[in-house]
């Protein structure tokens, strides 16, 4: 089925910035657009972007747009999000997973990375 491994995440001060990248290996991944989700602690996981492997369409959740840019490297099977002017709300753990629009049913999901913004 695949495997999804995120890096990337660490601690960072209000303002900073951190780039996440995700390597998706297995070929049901690419038939789909890739996506970016992150789970707060005691909240539900959310959307935060997506985009499609050729980099054409690209979408934001509110909360981050403006300030995250995902991106791919459709060759070697990677997805990015670069995060700017982060904030301590956006202190989540952040997962990258195929997009459909009911993502949430995706039953396979990577170990994410932990970002942690500081005040």
């Known amino acids: 089925q695949g495997q999804l491994a995120e890096s990337g995440g660490g601690l960072v001060q209000s303002g900073g910035s951190l780039r996440l990248s995700c390597a998706a290996s297995?070929?049901?991944?690419?038939?789909?657009?890739m996506g970016w989700f992150r789970q707060a602690p005691g909240k539900e996981r959310e959307f935060v972007a997506w985009i499609y492997w050729n980099g054409m369409v690209t979408t934001y959740a509110d909360s981050v747009k403006g300030r995250f840019t995902i991106s791919t490297d459709n060759a070697k099977n990677m997805v990015f999000l670069q995060m700017n002017s982060l904030k301590p709300e956006d202190t989540a753990v952040y997962f990258c997973?195929?997009?459909?629009?009911?993502?949430?049913?995706?039953?396979?999901w990577g170990q994410g990375t932990q970002v942690t913004v500081s005040s």
């Open positions: 997973n195929k997009y459909q629009t009911n993502w949430r049913r995706n039953e396979f």
């Open positions: 297995g070929r049901a991944f690419k038939l789909y657009p």
